[in-house]
């Protein structure tokens, strides 16, 4: 599925800095490397040595020296890729990087695509589609429980509890097939279908257990949003200064300061946040303002919490009541009463009786007041809303959910069809559920949706 031809690319990103990294993999990786690499120790016996690392200079054609570099030698099978690989370790420059993966090219590789060193482990078979993945997801990850739980998936513990399915499913097989094969062996017609239904039943359950805490597994892989709502001039801009530690918004006392979106980010219990700082929601003829509470309405739908701001010296009002009512099923919501410093005219016990399942948190954003127990708040709400995570593997790719899900729904298909339909069909069923459990390593995946999964990495990778 992939030509032999070695490949190359810069493994670290383009920039400034104290060390870069130019990969290269393949059956020449070697004598590509002896050709422009140039050491002392190279005249030795045993050189290369297997990972030991060689201090020398990379010349060009023209044998001007181009860089100093440490270089590695490592032979195959025991490499990312399992073929033998040649990372040259030279000073980090956009020009000293290319110029030397350009030598590198000139001198009998090829420039590596998108992906294609995971890719060539996953064919090799030193990984599995399921831990390719689990690769850029690792790569990409916005917090410390984003890169845990895809390294628990690319230590393999996704792999084996797949691939324990699927062999328990040819177990269920093996003496259908036998009847159906070799029916004048038998003196019944059908296997013991109770029991079959009980492991079925077993099976989806295992599957449904590895769909537990996917919506907070991708909400530490890629984040999740929640918008600061509120009337105008009730210190939502001053409540996102607060929470980023940074003056991020133009604060002022002159209501409609914020006509905008604003955005933050930050990271809470686990949690990659983008806090949305959105205009105040009032009745007003300015078609600029209408156009900034429509953008503050979509941003709250968008939303999977909300931050209602209230001004605690004014009280509730009737706007209040129709922000609070912006609140979906689906969300989390925290009631901020701010400018706790003033005469308060509305309590938490108050904001409680009229929305029940909200948190209540007092603030003065612009000192910094209540933003830990705000913090708390959120994170709570969060795991509410969103659940807990398992320690076990889980499931952090869309790929992945939907065919899971897909299985479930060929599970129910296989219990419909064991007291109705003849044993070629259950079979079937059965087969068609292995077969769509293999696409989650890659066991069963054509070259099209391999494609399709390695052109998310990035080059180098």
């Known amino acids: 599925m992939y030509d032999n031809s070695t ?62 570099v440490l270089t590695s030698f490592m032979p195959a099978p ?33 420039l590596a695509e998108p992906g294609e060193f995971t890719r060539r482990a996953f064919l090799n078979g030193r990984i599995d589609l399921s831990q390719a993945e689990a690769v850029i997801n690792i790569i990409r990850a916005r917090s410390e429980e984003a890169v845990r739980t895809a390294a628990r998936v690319l230590s393999g513990g996704l792999t084996e509890k797949i691939e324990n399915i699927r062999s328990e499913l040819i177990n269920l097989r093996a003496p259908i097939e036998a009847m159906l094969d070799y029916p004048e062996e038998y003196d019944y017609d059908k296997p013991d279908l109770l029991k079959l239904n009980e492991k079925l039943l077993v099976i989806h359950k295992n599957i449904n257990d590895l769909l537990k805490g996917v919506e907070v597994s991708r909400v530490y892989q890629n984040g999740v949003n929640i918008a600061i ?33 604003l955005e933050g980010y930050m990271n809470l219990g686990g949690y990659p946040l983008r806090l949305v700082d959105t205009a105040g929601i009032q009745g007003t003829e300015d078609p600029v303002e209408k156009e900034g ?22 009280g509730w009002s009737a706007f209040d009541t129709g922000i609070a009512d912006l609140k979906e099923e689906y969300q989390g919501l925290v009631v901020v009463i701010n400018k706790a410093d003033l005469e308060q005219k509305i309590t938490p016990v108050e904001v409680n009786n009229k929305i029940p399942d909200a948190s209540v ?9 209540g933003i ?21 593997p889980v499931i952090v790719t869309l790929r992945q959910e ?27 069923e059965m087969q068609r559920l292995w077969m769509k459990l293999g696409e989650i390593t890659g066991a069963t995946m054509n070259g099209d949706l391999l494609d399709k999964v390695f052109s998310e990495f990035c080059l180098g990778k």
């Open 7 to 68: 490949i190359a690319a810069i493994s670290t990103p383009l920039g400034e800095g104290g060390i870069g990294i130019v990969k290269i993999s393949g059956n020449e990786s070697f004598n590509i490397t002896k050709k422009i690499f140039h050491c002392r120790e190279s005249k030795k016996s045993g050189y290369p040595a297997p990972r030991y690392l060689y201090h020398g200079y990379i010349k060009d054609e023209e044998n001007r020296i181009v860089d100093e």
């Open 78 to 110: 025991k490499t990312y890729t399992r073929e033998d690989i040649v990372e040259i370790n030279c000073h980090s420059g956009i020009f000293a990087l290319r110029t030397i993966l350009k030598i590198v090219i000139n001198s009998g590789a090829r």
């Open 293 to 314: 509470i429509a953008r503050s309405r979509n941003a709250a739908r968008e939303a999977r919490l909300l931050l209602m701001v209230l001004d605690g010296s004014i």
């Open 372 to 392: 830990d127990a705000l913090e708390l708040a959120v994170a709570e709400q969060l795991d509410r809303v969103l659940g807990s995570a398992p320690e076990s």
């Open 402 to 428: 939907e065919i899971l899900t897909d299985a479930l729904l060929i599970i129910d298909d296989t219990l419909e069809a064991l007291y109705k339909q003849p044993l070629e069909i259950i079979s079937s």
């Open 229 to 261: 709502v509120g009337q105008p001039n009730v210190g939502k801009s001053s409540l996102l200064n607060a929470l980023l530690r940074q003056q991020k918004a133009i604060v002022h006392e002159t209501p409609g300061t914020t006509r905008d979106l």
């Open 361 to 369: 948190v007092k603030t003065v954003a612009t000192r910094g007041e």
